[in-house]
Each structure stands twice: as structure tokens, then as C-alpha cells.
């Protein structure tokens, strides 16, 4: 059996859970999220073993990162997998409707699927489900919570101006 490691990052937005094996991160859970759990016994605390992704994602929430570089592994079915390989082709500070993803995964017709895809996935903010809104432009379900979906989107477009957190020259 492969090792899994895990460590506890402080954020912002609260703890963040990371889960990583020799293939790369495989999730990042939120503290209080919907579909959270605890690390399984076999697993193994190491905070050396995840600070590649620590590492990155602090540097996201200080405002110098805006794209990821990290190994990843998630885990889904294969329509689960390009509808998160998309997510991170999502740019910094901009979002899309449910209905351009599944038009850029090309089934257009599958918007529910996508935005079940969309719920599950391991990797929120490195796969930055946070982007994706509703067609009408509000925010709709986030794992993390839409107090938290809120808070990523207002410091992404505060970077992306200038402006992190309002305290511009």
C-alpha cells in the first residue's frame, strides 16, 4: 500500500487539510467544508513530505501566486478528471458559468453532471472550483462555503488590480 501524507496548513479561510502520496497532492480539504473527514489511521503527518504544496499556497494567500505548479493526484472518473483539468485552466481573477465549462469540455448539454463534477472536487483553490458561478452571475454551492468562495474571489480581483485586501497607494 502506497503512504499518504497529510498536514494542516492555517489560511486565511481557516485550516486547510493537504493529502499528498509519491504521485503528487490528491486533496485539500477545508476545516469546516462539506465533505471533510479525518485522516484515515494508516496515514502519516508530515509536514515535510506536503511543503511543496504549503509552500504554494501560502504563496496564493499573500498575493504572489497565481498559478499553480504542483504534482497532482486526484482521484475521479474520467469525466470527473476533465472537468477538473479545466478548472485549471481557469486564468487568475476571472470566472465562468457552469455552462462555459461544460462547453469547454465539449458536452455543452451537460451542466448538471459538470457542476456535480464540479462539487466533488479534491483539489479546490489549486483546481479553482471557487471560479465557477452561476450563468446569472451569482455564486453558487462552494465545499468551502460561500463565505469562503466570497472571500478567494475578492482577493483574487484585489490582486489582479492591484489592490490586495483594498490597501492600494
Not at 479546490?124 to 452561476?134: D, E, Q, Y
Request: glycine share 12%; aromatic share 10%.
Amino acid at each position: 500500500m502506497d503512504t499518504i501524507w497529510y498536514d494542516n496548513l492555517p489560511t486565511p479561510i481557516g485550516h486547510l487539510r493537504l493529502v499528498a502520496d509519491e504521485l503528487g497532492l490528491r486533496e485539500v480539504w477545508f476545516e469546516t467544508g462539506r465533505h471533510r473527514r479525518g485522516p484515515a489511521p494508516s496515514w502519516v503527518h508530515s509536514p515535510q513530505a506536503l511543503a511543496f504544496a504549503r509552500v504554494q499556497l501560502e504563496e496564493y494567500f499573500a498575493g504572489t501566486r497565481q498559478v499553480f505548479d504542483l504534482p497532482l493526484h486526484p482521484l475521479g472518473t474520467p469525466f470527473q478528471l476533465a472537468v477538473w483539468q479545466e478548472l485549471a485552466r481557469i486564468p487568475y481573477g476571472t470566472t465562468i458559468s457552469y455552462g462555459d465549462l461544460a462547453r469547454r469540455i465539449g458536452q455543452p448539454q451537460a451542466m448538471r453532471a459538470v457542476g456535480a463534477a464540479n462539487g466533488r472536487n479534491p483539489l479546490p483553490i489549486v483546481l479553482p472550483c471557487h471560479r465557477v458561478i452561476g450563468a446569472n452571475g451569482s455564486l453558487t454551492g462552494f465545499g468551502g462555503g460561500l463565505p469562503t468562495k466570497r472571500f478567494l474571489l475578492a482577493m483574487e480581483d484585489g490582486v489582479s488590480r492591484g489592490d490586495l485586501f483594498g490597501l492600494a497607494n
